[in-house]
């Protein structure tokens, strides 16, 4: 399978201000968090979709008893 880039997010540093008074080595530490903290907020986000979709999943199927399928386990049933 081929390493894809689903997106890419893209910022010169005109786009920030003070930046004329960061040194290249300051630059490239900023790059390097940047780049980290980027990688583990999508990471995060895509573990949290991920358990979203298996508790929506288990939501789907409270509902198959094949004795009776049309019985919805939905809790608070007396």
Do not use: C
């Amino acid at each position: 399978m081929a390493k894809t880039k689903p997106f890419s997010v893209k910022y010169d540093w005109k786009d920030f201000d003070n930046t004329s008074d960061v040194t290249s080595f300051q630059k490239h530490s900023i790059r390097t968090l940047y780049e980290d903290r980027v990688k583990a907020a999508i990471q995060k986000t895509i573990n949290q979709s991920v358990k979203d979709r298996a508790a929506r999943r288990k939501e789907l199927d409270a509902h198959k008893d094949m004795t009776n399928p049309y019985d919805l386990d939905i809790g608070g049933q007396g």
